[in-house]
């Protein structure tokens, strides 16, 4: 497996990121380098094999559903570059 | 009093030979001594918190805790109430976290006093700590060289005793290759015996909070404060609760040790083969059957572990995106560009790297080839484990194929990779495991220190602790301190 530089506009797009037209080659390179030697793993016969998601195996512990009425709303506002008293500030969506 | 063990300072503070005040003005001096060589500390608290200082002296003096006064610094991506959690990242460069980590008020109600926020690798991804927006960290035993990663500030700062203890993170071997690199004992133990609240989360199914620290007793004194389960970390476990017994004999009797054969002789160091064969005879002295074990599928660890943790990290870092907390980009006109401007500038290229691989390896067409193939891999490597604990109570290996490499050695990632092919397997499984020193390289690169992993059973770190405590009874290794740093 080796992306060329469309799928690697592809990628960064998926995880949001911008590639800056002098690292195309690089990070290309760098990716394929990764690729390669995660393709290792297709050599192990899995046909009968359960994958494992967890240590834990995939068993969910869940907690009660109780409703608190702890308001953290002024400290968390207070952790973003741009709120106003009630909402998170970015630029404009709707026309 | 530098080189003390955890039980002598609580002894002296218990006889009142030296007050916390004291005892953690040495260490905080040696902090501001030392940080400028080794960038071990991102941040160094402004003076000693003198509520932490007063509480700890309150429960000496009603005879409370082995912890109580013992400094210690937490690697910056455990959640620090009103200091800054960096995670070595410019993206969170100034985040002040408004909680605490379990972790964090666990040590704090024990009486452990923190003095600052350890360096480490960018959101935990590193395994040389040369990728911290804050600058590499200098190995103490040769500051030209790497500390390990990604916990390297915590190893760095306990080999530089410029703390006795620090808490670090391991997701595929960020404690223990550290630990070895540094010449320092350290613990990740199972997944699920620590509470993960509070801890900036890299690969959720991997990720664990463990202890750096001199010695074994030290790392099993502190790790016991901080296990048992936590109501806000739903994947911490009900048993998770646990306290140490210290061994009361040096004796090995009746354990069963596993050896993976294979893995020490294709060691290409010469000083880490014949050191690695030194410790497990010096446990077979001790009274210990050695017995031959394979792991037959752990050499596909590395390319599993290179989906599966990347995978997760695209994941959970998807919460990065420049609105609620965290770097956000100016001058952008859109919401879409808010999010991609503001990932591009505040994430380092390996964090990004990794992220685009696991964005990747999560998208359609590739996820049935690579992540659910991976996970396929991650139960075979778990039943491998399965089997040879069916034989043996504890497998010793290398840590790490290499001592402390230098600065920049490795501009190839995918070396660095590989070269975490010894502590990936037990972290797939989430099996307790810990690096202890076994000496030291005598090689053209000086005098670098070696690191032996031993992995348990789940949930039975007692057993890997109880070795590397009766191991360190009759050895001084982890008692040697860098020449610089005396």
Known sequence: MSINRKELEEIASLAQLNIPEQQVNEITASLNQVMAMIEHINQADTAAVEPMSHPNDGHQITRQDVVTDHSHKSTLLALAAHADADHYLVPKVIE | ?486
């Open chain 2, 1 to 486: 009093m530098i080189n003390l063990t955890i039980r002598q300072m609580a002894g002296l503070l218990a006889e009142k030979s030296i007050s916390v005040q004291e005892l953690n003005g040495v260490f905080y001096d040696r902090c501001r001594a030392h940080n400028a060589s080794t960038n071990a500390l991102i941040t160094l608290n402004d003076e000693l918190n003198a509520a932490e200082i007063l509480h700890a002296q309150q429960a000496i003096d009603v005879g409370n805790h082995w912890l109580a006064g013992i400094p210690l610094v937490h690697k910056d991506l455990f959640c620090t109430q009103g200091i800054k959690t960096t995670c070595g990242s410019n993206m969170l460069a100034n985040f002040i976290s408004p909680y605490n980590a379990t972790v964090v008020d666990r040590l704090g109600q024990a009486g452990m006093v923190s003095l600052g926020k350890a360096n480490m690798d960018e959101f935990a991804m590193g395994s040389s700590n040369e990728h911290s927006a804050f600058g590499p960290v200098g190995n103490p035993w040769d500051l030209t060289r790497v500390p390990g990663g990604s916990s390297g500030g915590s190893a760095a700062a306990v080999a530089a005793r410029m703390v006795p203890v620090a808490t670090g993170s391991d997701t595929g071997g960020s404690i223990r290759q550290p630990a070895a690199l540094c010449g320092i004992t350290g613990i990740k133990p199972s997944y699920g015996r620590v509470s993960r609240y509070g801890m900036v989360a890299f690969a959720s199914s991997l990720d664990q909070a463990g202890v750096m620290a001199v010695s074994a007793d030290d790392c099993a004194l502190v790790l016991s404060a901080m296990s048992g389960h936590d109501p806000l970390d739903s994947t911490s476990a009900h048993a998770s609760t646990w306290a140490w017994e210290k061994p009361q004999d040096t004796e090995l009797k009746d354990l069963k040790v596993g050896v993976t054969r294979a893995w020490i002789d294709a060691l290409e160091d010469p000083d880490i083969k014949q050191r690695t064969w030194q410790a497990i005879e010096q446990l077979q002295d001790q009274g210990a059957q050695i017995i031959d074990i394979e792991l037959p599928h752990a050499d596909l660890a590395v390319s599993a572990y290179y989906v599966l943790a990347p995978a997760e990290c695209s994941s959970n870092l998807s919460r990065f995106d420049g609105v609620r907390f965290g770097h956000q980009a100016e001058g952008v006109n859109d919401l879409e560009s808010l999010y991609r401007q503001s990932r591009t500038e505040g994430f380092g290229e390996e964090v990004k790297k990794r992220i685009m691989i696991g964005a990747w390896a999560l998208s359609s067409g590739y996820y049935d080839a690579y992540y659910l193939q991976a996970q396929k891999v991650r139960r075979l490597i778990s039943n491998d484990f399965k089997q040879a604990f069916a034989q043996v109570d504890v497998i010793a290996c290398p840590v790490s194929p290499e001592t402390a490499f230098e600065h920049g050695a490795k501009a190839d990632g995918v070396s660095m990779y590989q070269a975490d092919q010894f502590t990936l397997p037990a972290s797939l499984a989430g099996l307790p495991c810990l690096s202890m020193p076994i000496g030291f390289s005598q090689g053209q690169n000086g005098r670098l220190p070696i690191g032996l992993q031993l992995v348990g059973r789940y949930f039975d770190e007692q057993t890997i602790l109880s070795v590397a405590d009766k191991y360190q009874q009759t050895t001084d290794h982890h008692l040697q301190l860098p020449e610089a740093f005396q």
